[in-house]
């Protein structure tokens, strides 16, 4: 089955701490990205990356860092949370010929006190 | 950049009502228009798209007209149902190399059995 797997789902922690969220696709795109949620503000572009050791920033990448080592994977690391990422994250991902992001992971609820 | 407006943010209609979503761009470049929607709790989910070549497009009960002069789309439901009920997001893409996506800030549809 052609999926985005996002882990994990919820995520609690303290500012600071530095975490990972991970993001796997099963269907040799591309493309990928991480996008941020927020009331009223919709969904917006963190970081995206067109290959293999290919990432750039999207609209709002202040606090983030990605890597991507590996065509299926995608992980959006944050060094030091703070509060204003509080948020809910989505891992995207598309093959070249798509024109819009095709696959949405589960999204990952994440809050920082 | 693209900038997307879309309105309005809280939508109720009555079972069976027609609802309309309306979105509007900036960047005369932008040449694909597509509409997801997103469930309570869940990721979104592409629905409908029109290309900038296209100024109408229809799926049973889900249409999306496109106005290049004025540079605006718009998502039309007839015969509203429960499950309808959701938030729908538009997104501008501007074309060449990397597509990025810019989205709308989101409608809340409500619809009332």
């Known amino acids: 089955e052609a999926q985005v797997t996002q882990n994990p789902r919820y995520l609690i922690t303290v500012t600071g701490k530095k975490l990972t969220v991970t993001c796997s696709q099963n269907?040799?795109?591309?493309?990928m990205s991480w996008y941020r949620q927020d009331p009223g503000l919709g969904l917006r572009q963190i970081y995206y990356s067109m290959n293999v050791e290919v990432t750039d920033k999207g609209d709002v990448p202040e606090g983030y860092k990605v890597s991507r080592k590996e065509k299926r994977n995608f992980p959006l690391i944050l060094e030091s949370p703070s509060p204003n990422q509080t948020s809910l994250y989505f891992c995207?991902?598309?093959?070249?010929?798509?024109?819009?992001?095709?696959?949405f992971g589960q999204g990952t609820r994440l809050t920082v006190v | 950049g693209e900038n997307v407006e879309q309105h309005p943010s809280t939508l109720s209609v009555q079972e069976g009502d027609s609802a309309v979503i309306k979105c509007t761009y900036s960047d005369s470049a932008s040449n694909y228009f597509p509409w997801y929607k997103q469930e309570l709790g869940k990721r979104p989910q592409l629905i409908i798209d029109i290309r900038s070549n296209v100024g109408e497009k229809k799926d049973q009960r889900i249409a999306v007209t496109l106005n290049k002069t004025a540079k605006h789309f718009s998502l039309h439901i007839t015969e509203t149902q429960p499950e309808d009920s959701a938030v729908y997001f538009c997104a501008a893409i501007l074309s060449g190399g990397y597509q990025k996506v810019t989205f709308g800030t989101g409608t809340k549809l409500q619809v009332i059995p």
């Open positions: 269907m040799n795109h591309e493309y």
């Open positions: 995207a991902s598309r093959g070249i010929f798509m024109n819009t992001e095709a696959f």
